[in-house]
């Protein structure tokens, strides 16, 4: 008895949908060109180990394994291409969710805005890799790390390399940071009486003023800390 079957993707089994007429109604004649196939449970077995992970495995294990969010996971594996940049990159970086915001934000922009490819995009998963550990150390901010991701799509320098040329390194040297303030301080006598006043969103205004005057480069944690001190010191 012959019958086409149909695959039932929810209940992960095959049912009937029409039977076929006998054989040899069909008039079935081996092809001369084509040599027997012989599939048995060893060439099963191999074909199922060289079968690549499958997303929603991948996404699970992204989540089990890295600690990502189901989201980030489900993002990061709709193309294999993606979700093997993510691991490549996660393996120099150290830092998964790091490593996901990245490709999930800049990479991904602007491969979108380009319209390329992973394979064609200019930083590799170990030039991104490295760049994110540079955040992670302290050595460059947010802001500047997008500057030097923009600088490494036309260079083929690394991250470290053109932190250093380019003079881009995170100051925490709170001296510079405190004279910076101090000069912010004394020219914004009405923001700063207003904050000492009670309006303390206000502060928000001034580690934005302090950033613009130490080009993006003061570290942001130490500002705030001298900032808060100086407020109300």
């Known amino acids: ?9 929810d209940k992960l089994e095959t049912r009937s949908m029409r039977g076929k007429e006998n ?3 069909y008039r079935y004649f081996p092809d001369p060109d084509l040599v027997p196939v012989l599939v048995d449970d060893g060439m099963m077995h ?3 180990e060289e079968l690549p992970e499958f997303p929603e495995d991948r996404s699970a294990r992204f989540v089990s394994e890295f600690g990502i969010p189901e989201y980030d996971a489900g993002v990061l594996t709709v193309e294999r291409e993606i979700a093997d940049y993510f691991e490549a990159t996660l393996q120099v970086s150290g830092d998964a ?3 996901s915001n990245w490709v999930m934000g800049e990479v991904m922009r602007t491969l979108k805005e380009k319209y390329l490819d992973i394979a064609e995009f200019a930083i590799s998963p170990k030039r991104l890799g490295g760049l994110i550990k540079l955040i992670g150390a ?5 802001t500047i790390a ?11 320098a690394t991250a470290e390399e053109i932190v250093k040329r380019e003079g881009l390194a995170q100051v ?10 101090a000069e912010i ?13 009670g309006k303390t969103k206000l502060f928000g205004f001034f580690v934005g003023q302090c950033m613009q005057k130490m080009k993006g480069k003061a570290n942001p944690k130490v500002v705030n800390e001298i900032l808060k001190n100086m407020l109300e010191g």
């Open 185 to 197: 301080l004394d020219a914004n006598p009405k923001q700063l009486e207003q904050y000492r006043s």
């Open 1 to 9: 008895f012959q019958e086409t079957r149909l695959w039932d993707a």
């Open 23 to 25: 054989a040899h109604d």
């Open 172 to 181: 925490s040297d709170t001296g510079a940071i405190e004279a910076a303030i």
């Open 97 to 99: 969710k790091a490593s």
């Open 146 to 156: 997008k500057q030097v991701f923009e600088i490494m799509q036309q260079d083929e």
């Open 46 to 48: 191999r074909m199922r």
């Open 138 to 142: 302290g050595t460059i901010s947010n």
